[in-house]
């Protein structure tokens, strides 16, 4: 049967784990745990529906217009039938605006879509309109053009209202919604006409076209929004997406069913897709085997033993994710700059990969994952392997007899954790560092290094995020809760400020990289690797194509059996 194996570079993001085989979020990602749904009401719907009466502001002096229609995916051959899909562990919530874990994606994003969507790298890896046709960016203002004939599951109307109650609940203090931070560029949105709303901006903000192919854009039913508990809401969620909810058994399974009235004529394929429960590997693997599964996401280890298994697609991608060993750069010995460069020299990144990851991993030397192909260097090595440039700059430092580094904490203590903490000691004590890599679980590690500023270091790593920025912002920005130390760096807030004033991608891409020297020349964290994305699929599956940035697109996914 026929075998698919490709390495793409995944373009720009969304927010976090890919629908089908996105970077663990217990390997890549420290994302907090959903909270237990709470019982109260939802806040009372905005008294905001009418268009706004106030003039529009004035005119900007540059504007940014994305003027194409997202692209119509063609009707498949074949229609009907139950994609079978596997995840490793269940949620507790599909309500986008109280979602706190990465965790929730893969389900939430079949019920409801964004305003605009991310590209896949075959279709040029942009950003283009979902909900919305077509967008104007200013300094002051985006203005939204509305798709035509969009409606809700609920059957209640799609429009510049429906997109403002959403972004005014994202943002209402009484939801306590860490989206509302991906929204903090927008300080009002006026309803212009039925299908025009215009969020008024604090000032140039690239963030959040990117935002809102994410939760903070995911627009849900104000009417069910209205009629539910915020904990009913959370089992049932409804959106204008190509599937429905249709019934959720705790840790077990999922059912989505097709929206018969999607706006995208001759979508989706399927009749419906399940969501299984499988936490553990081996089952999922025999039920794979079995034909009980049609797609799952894989370990290294897995691809390498379903590569050329029968009747089974094997596919692996570039990552928008990293893995680091991060640095106190407030106390000594990592708060000289020559043991920072020391470290980064000592680490085998290429070693890392061959044998942490069995070759199915990409290596890094700075903070801009490889699945940002708009952004990313491949030949940006300023740190290659040298352990005896590392013995140098240990010996300029007053550091000739080494040191013992610690301790390091850990965001959990998986089998990778594990391996990586053996692998830096190793490494390091070849240029006579001792690393006290105690390990810890997240609840611990997390915030006694990244809020307490605890510790010599922190192992760990980020998952896949809106946009390349967001981790440089969250842990080096002067005055971020994640810059441990408070490190300044300059010229480094400047840079990055402009780039997220800029619009235009090619010009961003170069800030990005001038923020990105500035962190690596100052050796501000140990980057190693970025594990690549594996996935197995059922070959009688058409059209699914994985996407790094969480938006598979499932609705032209058809079976062939």
Request: glycine residues 6%; charged residues 20%.
């Amino acid at each position: 049967m026929p075998k698919l194996k490709h390495l793409t570079i995944i373009s720009v993001v969304a927010a976090l784990l890919l629908l089908l085989g996105a970077c663990s979020a217990g390997e890549e990602t420290a994302a907090p745990a959903a909270p237990k749904p709470a019982a109260a009401k939802q806040p009372q719907k905005p008294a905001s529906a009418q268009p706004a009466a106030a003039a529009a502001p004035a005119a900007p002096a540059a504007t940014a217009v994305a003027a194409s229609a997202p692209a119509k995916a063609a009707a498949p051959a074949k229609t009907g039938g139950i994609l079978t899909v596997r995840r490793d562990g269940d949620i507790n919530n599909l309500d986008a605006h109280r979602s706190t874990s990465l965790q929730d994606v893969p389900f939430m994003q079949l019920i409801v879509e964004g305003l605009t969507r991310i590209e896949t790298p075959e279709e040029g890896g942009n950003i283009v309109g979902m909900l919305a046709e077509s967008w104007e960016a200013s300094d002051t203002t985006i203005v939204w053009n509305l798709q035509k004939g969009v409606t809700f599951h609920d059957g209640t109307p799609f429009n510049a209202a429906a997109v403002k109650f959403n972004i005014d609940r994202a943002k209402d203090p009484e939801m306590k919604s860490i989206q509302a931070d991906y929204l903090s560029g927008v300080s009002s949105v006026d309803v212009i006409d039925d299908l025009t709303v215009r969020f008024n901006t604090t000032g140039p903000n690239a963030f959040l076209l990117r935002n809102m192919a994410d939760r903070a854009g995911y627009i849900n039913s104000p009417t069910a929004v209205g009629k539910a508990s915020l904990s009913e809401y959370a089992r049932h969620a409804v959106g204008t997406h190509a599937f429905k909810f249709k019934k959720w058994v705790s840790d077990s399974h999922m059912d989505f069913e097709k929206n018969p009235s999607y706006w995208q004529p001759g979508l989706p394929a399927l009749d419906g897709i399940r969501i299984r429960i499988i936490v553990d590997d081996a089952v999922a693997m025999a039920a794979m085997r079995a034909g009980e599964i049609d797609v799952m996401p894989i370990s290294a280890t897995q691809y390498d033993l379903l590569d050329g298994a029968k009747g089974i697609v094997v596919s692996e991608s570039t990552c928008q994710c990293t893995s680091s060993l991060h640095m106190n750069r407030s106390i000594l010995p990592t708060s000289n700059l020559k043991v920072r460069q020391a470290i980064s020299f000592a680490i085998d990144r290429e070693a890392l990969v061959k044998t942490l990851y069995n070759g199915h991993a990409t290596v890094i030397y700075g903070p801009v994952a490889p699945g940002f192909a708009w952004v990313f260097r491949p030949d940006y090595k300023p740190y290659a392997y040298n352990p005896e440039k590392a013995k140098e700059l240990m010996i300029e430092a007053g550091f000739k007899d080494g040191f013992t580094y610690g301790p390091i904490y850990s965001c959990g203590t998986s089998q990778i954790n594990r391996q990586r903490a053996a692998a830096y000691q190793q490494m390091l004590a070849k240029v006579n560092i001792t690393l006290d890599a105690p390990l810890s679980q997240c609840s611990v590690g997390s915030p006694r290094y990244q809020i307490e500023h605890k510790g010599g270091g922190y192992i760990t790593g980020y998952g896949n995020h809106t946009d390349p920025e967001i981790p440089m912002r969250q842990r080096y920005y002067p005055g971020s809760r994640k810059n441990v130390g408070q490190t300044v760096f300059p010229n480094y807030a400047d840079t990055l400020d402009t780039a997220l004033a800029e619009y235009d991608q090619v010009k961003r891409a170069k800030l990005i990289q001038n923020a990105e020297d500035i962190l690596v020349d100052n050796a501000a964290t140990v980057w190693t690797v970025s594990k690549n994305i594996t996935n197995a699929w059922r070959d009688h599956v058409k059209g699914y194509i994985p996407h790094a940035s969480n938006f598979d697109n499932m609705r032209g996914v058809s079976l062939d059996k």
